[in-house]
C-alpha cells in the first residue's frame, strides 16, 4: 500500500498558462472600453442636459436623510437621559488618624466619616439642614416635655443579619452613661432609658430640655456582640477594628498602607439590605491620611476620587481642571477665645481693645468667597428680631482705651504699664488656615502695640499631650480656636460658669450670672419665641464682656473629581460628615437610560 507521501506525489499539480492569462486580459479590456463607449461616452451629453436634475435630486435626498437622522436623535432624547452610574467605586481621602472604628469613640474626621457611613442613628440632618428620621419613624413628646417615646423602624438588621431592636438604643445609652467607657458622647447620666418593646424606647428627663432631640443623632452599637464585654475595655475590643453597623455600608477591611505615617484605607461595600434605600456605589474607600499635604498628594496622584479636610490655603493647591471645589458654610465658628482669668486678660478693657482693633472684614477676605460673619456666641440665623449688631472695627478708639487704662506705648511702640509689657501668648491648633488667621491677628494687634507670642499645638499627636498640658489648664492667654456650635442654639458648653473647669469646655473660663440664667433657662423652655428672647439676652451680655471674639463661620472645602455626583450645593451642613445626607444618591460617571412614562 503505497504511504501517504506517495499519495500526496500522485496529486495533480497546478500549472500556469502566461499566454493563455494575456489573451484573457485583453478580451476584458476590449469588452470593458466597448461597453463604456456605448453607455457613457455616446450619451454624455444627455446626462449634461438633466445634470441639474441630478444635483437636485441628490441634495433632495441628502437633505430628507439629514432630517430622517435629526428626527431619530430628537425622539431618543424624548425617551432617553442621563443618569448617575451605579456600582461605582469611590475613594474619598480624610484627615485621620484611625485608630478605632467604634463609633462611640470616633473623634478624627475619618473616624467619624467611618462611623456615619457604617452605623444608623435614631436621627439625622437632612440635607436642609433640619432633624430628620433615620432609626426612628415616629417621635411622641408629653405634655411636659420630659417624656419622649420614640417608634423605631421594624425591617432595620445588623450587617450581620440579626434584627436592630430597641435594646440595642438602651444598650448604647447605658454605655454611654457609664464614665468608664469613656466615650466622646457626654450628658447623659440624668437621663432614663428603657425599652418598651422590640420597636419602641423611651427617655425621660428630669426637668424640660428644648434641645433634646438634636442629642438623639448619636450612633447605635449592637448589644448581641459587645454586651459581655465591660465599659472599661470596650474600646480595645475587637469590635474597634471590625465594626458591625447597620448604616448603607458595611466594613469589608482596613488597609495598613504606610505604618510610619499611619495611613490606612477603610474598605466598604454596599449594604443591599439598607432600610433607607440602596446606594448607588457598590464600594467606598475611605483614605485617612495625617497631613493636608498628604491629602493634596493624593489628589495629584489620582488616588482619591474627592478629599475632604482641605484648608482655604490648600484649594489654591488642587487642580481646578481635574476637580471641582465646592464650598459650603457649617454651624460651627473660629473665635479668639480670651482666657480672662490670665493676668492680662482679666480686665474688660484690655479685651474690648482687642475687640475694636480686630477687623474681620479684612481676615474674610482671604478666606473662600462667601464666608460668612460671625460675631456672636451663635450664628446669626439662628436669632430673629431684635440681633445684637457686629462691633464695629475702630482702632482710634480702641488705642484710646488701652491709654485710659494706663496701657502707654514705649519708645518700641509697644504698650506696657509699668513695668510689665501687654504680651499675650496665642495658641491656635495645627491647621494651615488657622495658622494664616492667626498671622493676621497678630499684624493687627501689633498696630495697637501688642505683642504676641504663638504656639501650633497638634491635637492629633498623642505623644506630645497638648490637649492635657494646654488646652485643659488654659495654659494660653488667647486661643484661637473653632467651636462646633451645631443646628440648636444651645452653646451652654462653651459658655456657662459651670463648664470654666479642667474637663469643659468653656476655655475664655467666662462667668457672668446674667449670661449663665439667660442660658439655662432657654434650655428649659420649649417656646420658639421665648428661647430667641433669652438668646439674644445672652448674646447682648457676651458682646459686652467680651470673653472671645468671633472671626468668621466655618465652611467645608470638598474637592471631587470631575464627573462624580456628590452631595448637592444647595444642601445646608450642619457638620462636615453631614455631607453624606444623600449618600444614596452618590456616583462615579454617568449612563444613558430610557425615561419612565
Not at 59 to 81: E, H, K, P, S
Not at 157 to 165: A, C, N, P, S, Y
Amino acid at each position: 500500500m503505497p504511504d501517504k507521501l506517495d499519495l500526496w506525489n500522485r496529486l495533480p499539480r497546478p500549472s500556469f498558462d502566461k499566454k493563455k492569462l494575456s489573451r484573457r486580459m485583453r478580451k476584458a479590456e476590449g469588452a470593458t472600453l466597448k461597453h463604456a463607449n456605448r453607455f457613457v461616452f455616446k450619451r454624455w451629453e444627455n446626462i449634461r442636459e438633466v445634470q441639474w436634475h441630478v444635483i437636485v435630486w441628490v441634495l433632495a435626498m441628502g437633505v430628507l436623510i439629514a432630517a430622517t437622522g435629526l428626527q431619530l436623535m430628537w425622539n431618543q432624547q424624548g425617551y432617553q437621559t442621563v443618569a448617575a452610574a451605579e456600582n461605582g467605586i469611590y475613594a474619598e481621602a480624610a484627615l485621620g488618624p484611625v485608630d478605632t472604628l467604634n463609633p462611640l469613640f470616633a473623634n478624627s474626621s475619618a473616624e467619624q466619616s467611618a462611623s456615619y457611613l457604617m452605623f444608623s442613628r435614631l436621627l439625622n440632618y437632612d440635607k436642609t439642614g433640619h432633624l430628620n428620621y433615620d432609626l426612628a419613624n415616629n417621635v411622641r413628646v408629653s405634655a411636659d416635655n420630659t417624656v419622649y417615646t420614640i417608634s423605631i423602624r421594624p425591617n432595620v438588621k445588623w450587617h450581620d443579619g440579626v434584627k436592630l431592636t430597641a435594646k440595642d438604643v438602651v444598650f448604647t445609652v447605658d454605655l454611654m452613661k457609664d464614665p468608664n467607657t469613656r466615650t466622646v458622647y457626654s450628658g447623659w447620666s440624668d437621663i432614663g432609658v428603657k425599652a418598651i418593646d422590640d420597636n419602641t424606647v423611651e427617655f425621660t428627663l428630669k426637668s424640660a430640655f428644648a434641645p433634646f432631640e438634636h442629642a438623639l443623632v448619636f450612633p447605635i452599637v449592637p448589644e448581641h456582640l459587645l454586651k459581655g464585654v465591660t465599659p472599661l475595655s470596650i474600646r480595645e475590643n475587637s469590635f474597634s477594628q471590625n465594626p458591625v453597623g447597620s448604616g448603607p455600608f458595611k466594613f469589608n477591611m482596613i488597609q495598613s498602607v504606610d505604618s510610619t505615617s499611619g495611613r490606612k484605607v477603610i474598605y466598604m461595600v454596599r449594604n443591599d439590605d439598607y432600610y433607607a434605600g440602596t446606594v448607588k456605589l457598590s464600594r467606598f474607600q475611605l483614605h485617612a491620611y495625617n497631613t493636608n499635604d498628604e491629602i493634596l498628594k493624593a489628589l495629584s496622584k489620582n488616588e482619591v476620587n474627592a478629599a475632604t479636610d482641605l484648608s482655604s490655603t490648600d484649594i489654591g493647591s488642587v487642580n481646578k481642571s481635574q476637580y471641582d471645589i465646592l464650598t459650603k458654610p457649617i454651624q460651627s465658628g473660629v473665635y479668639a477665645i480670651f482666657n480672662t482669668k490670665s493676668a492680662l486678660l482679666q480686665d474688660a478693657s484690655v479685651r474690648h481693645a482687642l475687640q475694636l482693633a480686630t477687623d474681620t472684614a479684612v481676615i474674610r477676605k482671604k478666606l473662600p468667597v462667601g464666608t460668612l460673619a460671625l460675631w456672636l456666641p451663635l450664628t446669626s440665623n439662628q436669632l430673629t428680631g431684635n440681633v445684637p449688631a457686629a462691633p464695629a472695627y475702630d482702632l482710634a478708639s480702641a488705642q484710646k482705651l488701652l491709654d485710659d487704662s494706663g496701657w502707654k506705648l514705649n519708645k518700641d511702640n509697644v504698650r506696657e504699664k509699668g513695668a510689665t509689657k501687654l504680651k499675650l501668648s496665642v495658641v491656635t491648633t495645627k491647621n494651615s488656615e488657622l495658622e494664616n488667621v492667626l498671622q493676621t491677628l497678630i499684624d493687627q494687634w501689633k498696630k495697637l502695640g501688642v505683642i504676641t507670642e504663638t504656639k501650633i499645638i497638634d491635637l492629633n499627636d498623642a505623644t506630645h499631650g497638648d490637649a492635657q498640658n494646654i488646652l485643659q489648664p488654659r495654659n494660653y492667654d488667647v486661643l484661637l480656636y473653632q467651636l462646633d456650635i451645631g443646628a440648636d442654639p444651645d452653646v451652654y458648653a462653651y459658655w456657662h460658669s459651670s463648664q470654666a473647669s479642667t474637663h469643659g469646655l468653656n476655655y475664655s473660663n467666662y462667668s457672668n450670672q446674667i449670661s449663665d440664667d439667660a442660658q439655662i433657662s432657654a434650655r428649659a423652655r420649649i417656646e420658639p419665641a421665648i428661647r430667641n428672647a433669652k438668646y439674644i439676652t445672652f448674646a447682648n451680655q457676651w458682646l459686652m464682656d467680651v470673653p472671645a471674639i468671633g472671626l468668621y463661620q466655618s465652611t467645608i472645602e470638598y474637592a471631587v473629581s470631575k464627573g462624580t455626583q456628590t452631595f448637592n450645593s444647595s444642601n445646608k451642613l450642619i457638620s462636615s460628615v453631614d455631607r453624606y445626607s444623600d449618600i444614596l444618591n452618590w456616583a462615579v460617571g454617568s449612563r444613558t437610560v430610557y425615561k419612565t412614562p
